[in-house]
Nanobody, 124 residues
């Protein structure tokens, strides 16, 4: 199971950093994805990282504002979110998968392990 933290309430233009950890495990050779789900909407892929080669992927709406990274010990995946907008308001989930080919084509259905989510609220 994954554990997310770092959510909260901010004003538009503010920043938050979300963290994702798997207690007792490392993210060695994983695809890690961040997803979000707003009320009444489907779960949406936000960003993902391949911890083997460090490659990253972002959905168009967050490019240039969000940055995904993994620490050197491969224990924590971060999602740095800058210039937040009200439309970024959602519950954010991290997910992990060991069997994958191309993180750019992965959807929520491709990830086996999920966290419980952390709420991000951006006010205008």
């Amino acid at each position: 199971e994954l554990v997310e933290s770092g959510g909260g309430s901010v004003q538009a233009g503010g920043s938050l950093t979300l963290s994702c950890v798997a207690p007792g495990l490392t993210f060695d050779q994983y695809a890690i994805g961040w997803f979000r789900q707003a009320p009444g909407k489907e779960r949406e892929g936000v960003s993902s990282i391949n911890t083997i080669d460090g490659s990253t992927h972002y959905t168009d709406s967050v490019k240039g504002r969000f940055t995904i990274s993994v620490d050197d010990r491969l224990t924590t995946v971060l999602l740095q979110m800058n210039s937040l907008k009200p439309e970024d308001t959602a519950v954010y989930f991290c997910a992990a998968e060991v069997v994958f080919k191309d993180i750019a084509t992965m959807t929520a259905a491709d990830f086996d392990t999920w966290g419980q989510g952390t709420q991000v609220t951006v006010s205008s």
